[in-house]
Every structure is written in structure tokens, then in C-alpha cells.
């Protein structure tokens, strides 16, 4: 069954559009319709949600500003979570991550209630506040609370920045500017760890979050006088009536448990202890509640992510694909640069700019990539390429030793750069071509919780892959089980834990861990890849878009005329 408003190649001049449930089916054929005629005709998708469209497709001029607006904000999100990686990886790494993806979903869906421009402040808003009291913080119990504020809202701004550039450009265009968008993350992604790296060893870590603040600044200044957002209308008590409070709680909830669950089994508890079992099967049996509570119609008037998109093959194999996408991503994404530090001893700064051989070669594929698809409307081969290319990069990172060479770090990172930059973006283009313009924001939101979720949970299990490998390793060699403690909690200071004719000997066993990090790594990348072949390719031109482009001309125009009119009006009173 084909998920409403989803086209074939084959079918390129077909729009159907297929409401859930109960809704009519009318299905329009513009075989018999000349180009010219073609705006005359109502083909317009409507929302069968009740809640207003946002799409908004712009004149290439105001494309451009808005884009130059979301990518202010998109920088101060990626910035950060680099940035502190670097500087506190125990808070950084893992809840950093942990407390961003638990609140994706909500985003999607809080955007089409109360508008984008709103949702988009709320969220800059609210880290804003979170980094100023992480800043501030006496304490590492008030760090991990002011880290969850800043995570909810840094959160949702990298979801609404996909969101507006949908709204604002036509399906077939987005992979060009989501491609620039990639750039953009990947330069944040490479400058984050130099900065994180000087913070920490010269000024302190707390401007690691005082950053933050004249860059939130910046991008609100920029998204206010620059973006013309298109205006929702509405009684915001019944919009706050309509959100799920059940679904996001009991989802929350679950999301929680389970990372709970994944972060002390190994490292604070045995996996077979009571603590991790209990929070696992917890957090398991809710999300099977969350499935159930989100197909009741009486409990949920709104789903943050509606069942009926995870009916469509496509959509479904592009989640999967996203999320052991994320796990080979940031596994390799935090555990190179501590390679770089522990069996070479590099600096948190060194490290880093290292890591630029992959970044650099993500940016300038991942642009041509988007490029690729906006010319020629495809985007499997690209996403299957990505896949298998990244899984090739991660399988030659398995035989990195104490004594490799730079030179062949640096090329293996150059592979895997190039397969992650053909895989960020399709992906996200293959799930909204396959879905409803209404779905777009929550489909979304989906992808990019999944995204991170399969990262939170990369990081968890690479964690304790480590620390047996290693674990069993010392031992063998006899090592007491304070220094075993010592060294699994912080690798880094390995040369200075153990005597110095048992570095090579104890590097090696870490080597051993990140050996086997990397078969992990390799063997998601490598799903990924199978999995894509169940991504169906649709067209992404819709028939809707001569008119949409019109009406986002007018829109403008009208904006020129509101803009212009005071000044008229002051010249004739003087």
C-alpha cells in the first residue's frame, strides 16, 4: 500500500492523494491537462489533519536568506554538541546525545501546530537558558540538569531547520541546498573539537557553553529581521489541547529507560543485573504501549508520529537505514579521536584536526551528492553507494594498531567520509518523497530521532565493548583490578597507569577494543546497505508546485508592499 501523496517514477504524472484511515481517496490524472492550463487546476494537496499548510516555496532570492537564517541556527546546535564532546566527553558523548533525541519527534509535530518561526525560537530560546546555566553550574549533578534543558531545545532546532527548507523549496531542489545544509554541519563538526580541545586546556571548560550565548543571539537577530515565516493562525488553548501529552510522555519515558538501561549495563551494573533488566524490559513494554496509545483514535487526536507512515515499505526501510546509519556514524564520529589520544598521544586539539580528512571529504560529497539528486531526481544509487562505501571505510578501520601510520588513518577516514556524505541527506529525501506534504514535519522529526537514537545507542554498546575486551585483556596479563578500573574509565591516561614496559602490551589490547568497535560498526554500515535496496525511488517533482511557487511569489510581494507602505505614508504627512 503506498503511503498518501507518494508517486512512482513510472507514474510521474499521477497524484494521488490518500488520506489515513476513513478519509476519501481522489486521485487526479493530468495526462489530459495541457502545461498551460495546469495552474488553472485545483491539484493543490489539502491537509486532512485540520491543522493550516506551512509550505511556502520561495523566489530563489528569499530562499537564500532564509537559508543563510536556519544555517545561524543549525551552527550554534552542531558547534555545541562537538564542542562539549571534546571538552567533558563523559557528559558530552553520551546524555548530550541521549536528551537531544528523546524530544525529536515532539519538535515535528509542535512546528505544525504553533508554526515554524515559533517552534524555532521556543527551541533557541530554550538552550539558550540551558547553556547559560550549564555555564554557571557548581556542581556535576546541575551540569547533567541544565544539559537535559539545553538538549531539548538544541534538540529541535537541526528538525525545524529540515523542516523550513521543505517548506520553502520543492522536493526536487532540497537535495542542493539540504547538501549545503550537510556542509554546514560538517564544518560545525570540525571546528567543534579545535574549540572544545583549546577551551579545556587553556581558558576552562564553562566557555564551551558561554559560546553558545552571542551565537543564539546572532541567529534570533538574523531569523527575526531576515526570515518571512509564513503566518499560523488559531486559538492556541485548542492547539494546546490537541498535543499529545500521552504519546510524548509514555515515549519519553521509554526512550529514557532504555538509554538508562544501555549506559549501565557493563559500565555500573552487570548486564544480567537486576537495575538494567528491569529499566530494559521496562522501557520495551512501553514503547510497545507508545505503538498501541498512537493508533487509539479516543486517547490521541494528533500522533507525534503517526503508525500509517511505517505501512510504507519505503519509509520504513529508510528509518532502519537511518538508524544503523547513526550507530556507524557517531560510533567512529567519538571513539577515532580517543584512538588518536591514547595509542598516539595526541592532543584533544591535534586529534581533532585529523578528524577534518574525514569531515572535509563528508562536506564536499555530501554538497555534490545534493547536487547529483536536484539534477537528475535520484536518489537510491547514491544512498546504496554511501551505505556500502562507509561499511568498506569501517571494515579498514578494524586493522588501525598501536603503529599505524597517519598516512593510512587519514586515508581510510577520506572512504568513510565519502560514503557518510552520500547517505546524510537521501535518506531524509527518500523519507519525504515517499510521504504526504502534511506528514512532511513529523516524518521528519521521526528520522532524525532514529538518526540520533541509533547514535545514543552506538556509543553505548561501543562503551562496552571496550571495557570487556579490555577488561579480559588485563587480566590475562595480570593486572590489578584497580588499574583495570583506572584504565577502562580513562584509556587516555593509559602510558600513565601502567609501567612502561607494559604500554605496547596494554595499547594492543586496547587496539583489540577498537578492533572490535569497528566490526560492530561495520556490520550496522553493512545492514544499512541491505536494507536500502528496500527504498523505492519516487519522483520528486509534484504537481502541486506551479501553483505553490506562485502563491510563495505573492506571498512575498505582499511582504515588499506591507514593508514599503510606512514610508509612503510618513513622506505624504510631511
Do not use: C, H, P, T
Given at each position: 500500500m503506498n503511503t498518501p501523496g507518494e508517486k512512482h517514477l513510472e507514474e510521474k504524472h499521477n497524484v494521488s492523494n490518500t488520506a489515513p484511515s476513513s478519509a476519501s481517496t481522489v486521485t487526479f490524472n493530468s495526462k489530459n491537462i495541457s502545461k498551460d492550463n495546469l495552474s488553472d487546476v485545483a491539484v493543490k494537496e489539502e491537509r486532512t489533519d485540520g491543522l493550516q499548510d506551512q509550505t511556502n516555496l520561495l523566489p530563489r532570492k528569499q530562499v537564500i536568506i532564509v537559508f543563510f537564517g536556519v544555517c545561524s541556527a543549525l551552527f550554534c546546535s552542531i558547534l555545541d554538541q562537538t564542542v562539549v564532546s571534546t571538552a567533558i566527553p563523559s557528559i558530552g558523548a553520551y546524555f548530550q546525545a541521549a536528551d537531544k533525541s528523546t524530544a525529536m519527534p515532539v519538535h515535528g509535530r509542535l512546528s505544525d501546530l504553533f508554526g515554524r518561526k515559533y517552534a524555532l525560537f521556543g527551541c533557541l530560546t530554550f538552550f539558550f537558558l540551558g547553556s547559560l546555566a550549564c555555564a554557571v553550574s557548581q556542581t556535576?549533578?546541575?551540569?547533567?540538569?541544565?544539559?537535559?534543558?539545553?538538549?531539548?531545545?538544541?534538540?529541535?532546532?537541526?528538525t525545524h531547520v529540515h523542516v523550513i527548507?521543505?517548506?520553502i523549496v520543492p522536493l526536487k531542489e532540497r537535495g542542493k541546498y539540504q547538501g549545503i545544509l550537510t556542509a554546514w554541519t560538517c564544518l560545525a563538526n570540525g571546528i567543534g573539537p579545535l574549540l572544545g580541545g583549546v577551551f579545556s586546556e587553556t581558558i576552562g571548560w564553562r566557555w564551551c557553553f558561554w559560546i553558545n550565548l552571542p551565537l543564539v543571539g546572532i541567529a534570533l537577530a538574523v531569523l527575526q529581521c531576515l526570515v518571512p515565516f509564513k503566518k499560523v493562525t488559531g486559538d492556541w488553548r485548542a492547539?494546546?489541547?490537541?498535543?499529545?501529552?500521552?504519546?510524548s510522555i509514555i515515549m519519553f519515558t521509554s526512550a529514557v529507560l532504555i538509554l538508562i538501561s544501555l549506559n549501565w549495563g557493563g559500565n555500573k551494573y552487570a548486564w544480567d543485573s537486576a537495575p538494567v533488566l528491569v529499566c530494559l524490559i521496562i522501557g520495551l513494554l512501553l514503547m510497545g504501549v507508545f505503538v498501541l496509545v498512537e493508533n487509539c483514535k479516543r486517547i490521541v487526536n494528533l500522533p507525534i508520529i503517526p503508525m500509517y507512515l511505517f505501512r510504507n515499505v519505503s519509509v520504513s526501510a529508510s528509518y532502519i537505514c537511518t538508524f544503523f546509519g547513526g550507530m556507524g556514524y557517531f560510533g567512529a564520529l567519538f571513539y577515532l579521536p580517543q584512538y588518536l589520544q591514547v595509542v598516539h598521544s595526541y592532543s584533544g586539539i591535534v586529534s581533532g584536526a585529523l578528524m577534518l580528512a574525514l569531515m572535509v571529504t563528508q562536506t564536499i560529497v555530501s554538497f555534490l551528492a545534493g547536487l547529483v539528486v536536484s539534477k537528475t531526481g535520484h536518489y537510491i544509487s547514491i544512498i546504496r553507494t554511501g551505505f556500502s562505501i562507509y561499511a568498506v571505510g569501517c571494515g579498514l578501520y578494524i586493522s588501525l594498531t598501536y603503529n599505524s601510520s597517519l598516512a593510512k588513518f587519514i586515508g581510510y577516514s577520506i572512504i568513510a567520509g565519502i560514503g557518510a556524505g552520500n547517505t546524510f541527506q537521501t535518506t531524509l529525501i527518500s523519507v519525504q518523497a515517499a510521504v504526504k506534504r502534511q506528514d512532511m514535519a513529523v516524518a521528519t522529526g521521526g528520522r532524525n530521532f532514529l538518526r540520533m537514537l541509533g547514535g545514543v545507542m552506538s556509543l553505548a554498546f561501543c562503551d562496552t565493548i571496550l571495557r570487556n575486551t579490555l577488561q579480559k585483556g588485563l587480566s590475562k596479563m595480570g593486572q590489578t583490578d584497580e588499574i583495570i578500573a583506572a584504565i577502562t574509565s580513562n584509556p587516555i591516561d593509559i602510558k600513565n597507569i601502567v609501567s612502561e614496559d607494559q604500554v605496547i602490551a596494554t595499547l594492543g589490547m586496547y587496539c583489540n577494543g577498537v578492533h572490535n568497535i569497528f566490526a560492530m560498526l561495520t556490520a550496522t554500515s553493512g545492514c544499512a546497505f541491505l536494507l536500502s535496496f528496500l527504498i523505492k525511488q519516487y519522483s520528486l517533482e509534484r504537481d502541486d508546485e506551479k501553483q505553490l511557487k506562485e502563491e510563495g511569489k505573492k506571498f512575498v510581494e505582499e511582504l515588499e508592499r506591507k514593508r514599503k507602505k510606512p514610508k509612503t505614508s510618513s513622506i505624504q504627512k510631511a
Open positions: 556535576i549533578e546541575q551540569l547533567i540538569i541544565f544539559r537535559a534543558i539545553a538538549g531539548i531545545g538544541n534538540g529541535g532546532i537541526k527548507i521543505s517548506d492547539k494546546m489541547k490537541r498535543i499529545d501529552y500521552a504519546g
